[in-house]
């Protein structure tokens, strides 16, 4: 039987602390490797290295090829050109093209190990801006730089421009575009001219790991550690990027603490610094909040799944969408979900959730109001939520199920010509 031979694209070095993309990109790769896929689908692992092979331990094969994928780590030439040279040099061409001719070797090795060990197409778990000469599957998050306001981490030094480089050379290339929401095919459909039958749905999921069982001691430790209490605080998982909007949260939240003298509620804020932690902070300290919101940086699964546990309720006010983990995950862990009002957001939560305008403070304080003294309305959301989200196509297993399917599709295709020619 011709089999497809699937090689998954293994980022080893990619860091925990990263949050969302960590947390889609293991539960992914270690679904994939504990999958039973249709006997005419091999799937393999494909780690890169540069000089020593790193130890991995992966139920299915691994192929180990000599080589950098990752786009930021372009040859050292590229990276002592100042950053004022930069726009002149790329209006050079020549120069460009020298500049980028390291990078160009080193791909044209990497597919030739991939031919050489009879790789017919590669996966991309994430998405990744490298424009490989081979046949691959591409995952698709967002199109943030098109759907939402234009914040600096997606329009300003460069960032739109990589993005739409991205979408325009990239992409279009893709034997299968993996999309986690109709939403976001929605999305990709309208600002790009893509060919339907390659754009697909792999619902979104949760981290697996934060359903891990947590003994009442070790749930009371992380309590005490925070000095929180079951059902006096709000959680909001996400890193400090601008999008995440922890702005308009804490205006919010300073209002719905005002509203009671009485209140001792807390906001928790964990996530990883990416530019923006020291502005909130001050935004914090500014409106006297430095006891009420607690910013403990990244935090271990054990934690996150506690925090999502005894919380009043994961309140997510993102402008980045269309869909968002954190939704997902609270549901799953009947933590009742407040969220901005994305079309992703409610092709996940349906009915099962509370709905705001990410811009207005008022409507998320008005929330936040809903819940709070309502325990038996906040109690019957939870369930709801859970039921829901437990019969929904938003789940690693069927989202695993729909990937096979994908792949035998994809096959029929694929196999119409050798990659050794």
């Avoid at 290295?49 to 094969?61: G, L, N, S």
């Avoid at 939704?327 to 959730?353: D, F, Q, T, W």
């Avoid at 819940?371 to 989202?399: C, P, V, W």
């Amino acid at each position: 039987m011709h089999k497809l031979k699937v090689g998954v694209i293994v980022d080893v070095n990619l860091a925990k602390s990263l949050g969302g993309t960590f947390s889609y990109y293991n539960t992914l790769l270690s679904g994939i490797n504990n999958y039973e896929f249709d006997q005419a689908i091999e799937i393999v692992n494909v780690v890169f290295y540069e000089k020593t092979q790193p130890e991995v331990d992966f139920k299915k094969p691994v192929v180990f090829i000599k080589g950098y994928l990752n786009i930021s780590s372009k040859n050292k030439l590229a990276r002592r050109v100042s950053k004022g040279l930069k726009s002149i040099i790329k209006s050079l061409t020549f120069v460009n093209d020298l500049l980028s001719l390291p990078e160009k070797i080193k791909f044209r090795r990497i597919e030739r190990d991939l031919a050489r060990n009879g790789i017919d197409i590669i996966y991309h778990l994430k998405p990744e801006m490298v424009d490989l000469n081979y046949p691959f599957i591409a995952t698709h998050w967002d199109l943030a730089h098109k759907s939402t306001y234009p914040f600096p981490e997606l329009a300003l030094d460069g960032h739109h421009e990589s993005r739409e480089k991205y979408y325009s050379n990239v992409l279009n290339k893709a034997m299968l575009i993996l999309c986690e929401s109709n939403a976001g095919i929605e999305e990709l459909r309208y600002h790009y001219s893509l060919s339907p039958l390659r754009i697909k749905r792999l619902p979104l999921f949760g981290n697996s790991d934060l359903q891990l069982t947590v003994s009442v001691e070790a749930a009371r430790q992380v309590l005490n550690k925070y000095g929180l209490i079951t059902n006096e605080f709000f959680i909001y998982p996400a890193q400090f990027w601008a999008l995440k909007n922890h702005y308009n949260l804490i205006v919010a939240f300073a209002a719905f603490i005002g509203e009671d003298p009485d209140r001792h509620f807390k906001l928790v804020l964990p996530g990883s610094d990416m530019g923006n932690l020291g502005y909130i902070q001050k935004l914090v300290a500014d409106l006297s909040l430095d006891d009420s919101v607690l910013f403990p940086g990244f935090v271990p699964d054990q934690e996150l799944s506690v925090f999502y546990r005894h919380a009043t309720a994961a309140v997510m006010p993102t402008f980045l969408g269309p869909t968002n983990m954190p939704l997902i995950e609270a549901a799953r862990l009947k933590c009742p979900v407040l969220c901005s009002n994305l079309k992703g957001h409610y092709e996940i939560m349906g009915e099962y959730a509370l709905y705001f305008e990410p811009e207005d403070p008022g409507s998320i304080q008005n929330a936040m109001e809903l819940l709070t003294g309502n325990e038996e309305g906040r109690t019957s959301l939870a369930d709801s939520a859970y039921t829901h989200i437990m019969q929904s196509e938003f789940d690693l297993q069927k989202s695993l199920s729909a990937l096979n399917t994908y792949l035998l599709q994809v096959k029929a295709v694929r196999k119409t010509w050798d990659i050794t020619n």
